[in-house]
Structures are given as C-alpha cells and as structure tokens.
C-alpha cells in the first residue's frame, strides 16, 4: 500500500483565493511526522508546513495551514490568497518515528496552477 | 553554510558508462539520502544512511551504490549506466528526529543515451 497519496495529480486556482491540497496517508507507528514541500518551475525543494503525530493544533506558517485529521488520516495544505508565485508542484511527505532509520515517504505530487 | 551541496548540475553519460554523484553537507545532520524524480511518480527513495558507516536501501537501489565514509559526504554511484536511470536526482538530508524536515540540494539532471 502506497504510505502517501495525492489524488489531485493538477489543480487551479484563482488569484486571491484559497486552495486545499489533499493528502492521505498510511501508517501503524503512533509517532510521525508530516511535511509538505513546494517545488518551482526552478526546481528546488522548499520545506513549507510541518505537523506531528502529536500535536493538537493544526500547524499554520504564514498562508499556509495543514489541516491534520488523525482519523481518517489525511494532511491537507491549505493555502490561503493564492499568489501568482504560489505556481508549483507540491509535494506531501511523512516520517514515521520508529522502524526502518527514520525515512521519509513523498507522495507523487500535486500540479497547483494560480490563475490571474 | 553551503547547505547541501551537489555536484554536477548537469551531466550526459553514454549507456554503460559509470560516474559518481557527489553530496556534501555541512549541517551536521545524521540522515542522508539520494532520490530520483521522474515525471508522475514523485520522489523514490534510492538509498539512505542514518550515519557515518551505515546505509540502507531505499524504493529502487537497483543499479546505485553508496557509501558514508564521513558524516559530511554521501556520494551515489551508477555503476554501468542505463537509459531508465535517466532522471533528476535529488540529494537530501536531515537530523533523525523525526519532527526535522529534509533539506535538498538543487538536484542533479542526467541523462543516458
């Protein structure tokens, strides 16, 4: 079974408005942690949000927030006021607190398109 | 502070052929990796090192070797080219707790032909 997925392979948003990124997740170790990363046209991996297994708030960092639930296990990115630079594939990932030396897992991808 | 260095940016190898990719950080961090990203299918773990004389295998190390002689340094290396390892390669590290974010390098372009 696939530990991260993204259904949304492309997504469009206007400019100014918000937009929710989907991420599931697959995991039986109590204690992870969640990321999501933003990649430009450029190229380079840009950490952005992070959550923890444990933590009750749903971890916000500027315009972007994650909203984490546990239950049904998703960790979805929600950008708020989109900007034309916002433009980029984002990645989900996860890094469980035990087993195999801490590795992460990456989702495939969301294509995420801000529109003028 | 460099960061996470990788070296080349770009390279052409003819299939067959071996070459070495090298990462270098100076962050100190315990956990190094080597991914590659192809287009739809994200980022695939190659392998990884928790520590200076520890590796492990990652999704695909079928063609790859590595080694981790020093804390700072994990080269990848392909040891007889082929075109399906055409790919953007991504070096990554990070502390091991598990609440600390990797942090690339801007990636390696290689092609195979």
């Known amino acids: 079974a696939q530990k991260i997925t993204q259904t949304q392979p492309g997504m469009f948003v206007q400019e100014k408005e918000a937009v929710t990124l989907d991420c599931t997740y697959d995991?039986?170790?109590?204690?992870?942690?969640l990321f999501w990363y933003k990649q430009p046209s450029s190229g380079e991996m840009i950490f952005l949000i992070y959550q923890g297994s444990y933590d009750q708030q749903n971890a916000t960092e500027g315009r972007y927030s994650l909203n984490f639930q546990k239950a049904r296990k998703s960790a979805n990115l929600v950008i708020s006021a989109s900007q034309l630079g916002d433009s980029a594939m984002y990645f989900c990932?996860?890094?469980?607190?035990?087993?195999?030396?801490?590795?992460?897992?990456f989702g495939t991808g969301t294509s995420l398109t801000v529109i003028p | 502070n460099a960061g996470v260095t990788q070296t080349p940016k770009f390279q052409v190898l003819k299939t067959g052929q071996s070459m070495t990719l090298q990462c270098a950080q100076d962050?100190?961090?315990?956990?190094m990796s080597w991914y590659r990203q192809d287009p739809g299918m994200g980022l695939r773990l190659i392998h990884y090192?928790?520590?200076?004389?520890?590796?492990d295998q990652g999704e695909v190390p079928n063609g790859y070797n590595v080694s981790r002689s020093t804390t700072e340094d994990f080269p990848l290396r392909l040891l007889s080219a082929a075109p399906s390892q055409t790919s953007v390669y991504f070096c990554?590290?990070?502390?091991?707790?598990?609440?600390?974010?990797?942090?690339f390098g801007d990636g390696t372009r290689l092609s195979i032909l």
């Open positions: 990932a996860m890094r469980e607190g035990r087993g195999t030396g801490n590795q992460f897992y």
């Open positions: 990554a590290t990070s502390y091991s707790q598990r609440r600390q974010p990797q942090h």
């Open positions: 090192s928790v520590g200076a004389g520890i590796t």
């Open positions: 995991t039986s170790d109590p204690s992870y942690g």
């Open positions: 962050m100190n961090h315990e956990y």
